[in-house]
Protein backbone atom coordinates (compact mmCIF):
# COMPACT_ATOMS: atom_id res chain seq x y z
CA UNK A 1 0.00 0.00 0.00
CA UNK A 2 1.55 3.21 -1.12
CA UNK A 3 2.10 5.88 1.67
CA UNK A 4 -0.29 7.78 0.48
CA UNK A 5 -3.37 5.19 0.78
CA UNK A 6 -2.21 4.24 4.50
CA UNK A 7 -1.92 7.89 5.41
CA UNK A 8 -5.65 8.26 4.04
CA UNK A 9 -6.96 4.90 5.65
CA UNK A 10 -5.77 5.82 8.95
CA UNK A 11 -7.42 9.39 9.09
CA UNK A 12 -10.47 7.83 8.18
CA UNK A 13 -9.78 5.48 10.86
CA UNK A 14 -8.97 7.92 13.60
CA UNK A 15 -12.14 9.81 12.40
CA UNK A 16 -14.87 7.41 12.84
CA UNK A 17 -17.01 7.67 15.78
CA UNK A 18 -19.55 5.63 17.82
CA UNK A 19 -22.76 7.44 17.32
CA UNK A 20 -25.16 7.38 20.25
CA UNK A 21 -27.83 9.89 19.40
CA UNK A 22 -30.44 8.06 15.88
CA UNK A 23 -32.38 10.43 14.20
CA UNK A 24 -35.70 9.98 13.34
CA UNK A 25 -35.43 11.00 9.97
CA UNK A 26 -35.53 9.11 6.83
CA UNK A 27 -32.89 7.85 5.46
CA UNK A 28 -32.70 8.21 1.15
CA UNK A 29 -32.41 4.82 -0.89
CA UNK A 30 -29.14 6.17 -2.48
CA UNK A 31 -27.45 6.05 1.20
CA UNK A 32 -28.98 2.87 2.09
CA UNK A 33 -27.32 1.65 -1.78
CA UNK A 34 -24.14 3.43 -0.60
CA UNK A 35 -23.99 1.85 3.24
CA UNK A 36 -24.99 -1.77 1.26
CA UNK A 37 -22.20 -1.56 -1.06
CA UNK A 38 -19.23 -1.11 1.33
CA UNK A 39 -20.33 -4.09 3.95
CA UNK A 40 -20.24 -5.86 0.71
CA UNK A 41 -16.60 -4.86 -0.04
CA UNK A 42 -15.62 -5.98 3.45
CA UNK A 43 -12.76 -8.66 3.79
CA UNK A 44 -13.80 -11.93 4.27
CA UNK A 45 -11.63 -15.34 4.53
CA UNK A 46 -10.93 -16.79 1.17
CA UNK A 47 -13.16 -14.06 0.03
CA UNK A 48 -16.62 -16.05 0.96
CA UNK A 49 -18.26 -12.64 1.75
CA UNK A 50 -20.60 -15.19 4.46
CA UNK A 51 -22.94 -12.51 4.69
CA UNK A 52 -26.79 -11.14 3.16
CA UNK A 53 -28.32 -8.16 4.38
CA UNK A 54 -31.66 -7.79 4.97
CA UNK A 55 -32.85 -4.06 4.91
CA UNK A 56 -36.13 -3.30 7.15
CA UNK A 57 -37.76 0.06 6.49
CA UNK A 58 -41.33 -1.16 7.42
CA UNK A 59 -42.42 0.25 10.93
CA UNK A 60 -44.74 -2.88 11.99
CA UNK A 61 -41.36 -5.23 10.45
CA UNK A 62 -38.72 -3.28 12.44
CA UNK A 63 -40.70 -3.86 15.53
CA UNK A 64 -41.11 -7.42 15.53
CA UNK A 65 -37.43 -7.61 15.06
CA UNK A 66 -36.84 -5.46 17.66
CA UNK A 67 -39.17 -7.58 20.21
CA UNK A 68 -37.74 -10.89 19.31
CA UNK A 69 -34.18 -9.32 20.47
CA UNK A 70 -35.31 -7.32 23.28
CA UNK A 71 -33.04 -8.26 26.48
CA UNK A 72 -30.35 -9.44 24.25
CA UNK A 73 -29.83 -5.92 23.03
CA UNK A 74 -30.86 -2.15 23.92
CA UNK A 75 -33.30 -1.28 21.74
CA UNK A 76 -34.70 1.32 23.07
CA UNK A 77 -32.91 3.71 20.75
CA UNK A 78 -33.48 1.96 18.04
CA UNK A 79 -36.92 1.94 17.92
CA UNK A 80 -36.52 5.86 16.67
CA UNK A 81 -34.41 4.59 13.40
CA UNK A 82 -36.37 4.36 9.86
CA UNK A 83 -34.48 1.85 8.41
CA UNK A 84 -32.48 -1.29 10.42
CA UNK A 85 -29.81 -3.50 8.05
CA UNK A 86 -30.01 -6.66 9.63
CA UNK A 87 -27.06 -9.27 8.22
CA UNK A 88 -27.35 -12.48 8.42
CA UNK A 89 -24.38 -14.68 8.19
CA UNK A 90 -23.09 -18.24 7.60
CA UNK A 91 -21.90 -19.72 4.04
CA UNK A 92 -24.32 -19.04 1.42
CA UNK A 93 -22.13 -19.80 -1.19
CA UNK A 94 -20.75 -22.57 -0.10
CA UNK A 95 -19.82 -24.54 -3.24
CA UNK A 96 -17.57 -22.17 -4.67
CA UNK A 97 -15.77 -22.42 -1.05
CA UNK A 98 -12.03 -23.78 -2.02
CA UNK A 99 -11.44 -26.33 0.86
CA UNK A 100 -14.76 -27.93 0.67
CA UNK A 101 -17.91 -27.88 3.36
CA UNK A 102 -16.86 -26.25 6.75
CA UNK A 103 -18.18 -28.89 9.78
CA UNK A 104 -19.87 -25.46 10.88
CA UNK A 105 -22.78 -25.83 8.49
CA UNK A 106 -23.58 -28.97 9.92
CA UNK A 107 -23.94 -27.58 13.34
CA UNK A 108 -26.94 -25.45 14.99
CA UNK A 109 -26.28 -21.77 14.53
Same mark, same amino acid.
Given at each position: ??????????????????????? %????????????? %?????????????????????? %? %?????????????? &?? &????????????????????????? &?????????
Amino acid at each position: MSKLRYEQLLELVKARRSVRRLK %EDPVPDGIVDRIL %EAARWAPSGADTQPWEFIVVKD %E %ENRNKLLDAVEGTI &TV &TQLRKVPVLIVVCGGYPRQSSLPWG &TPHRLRGQY
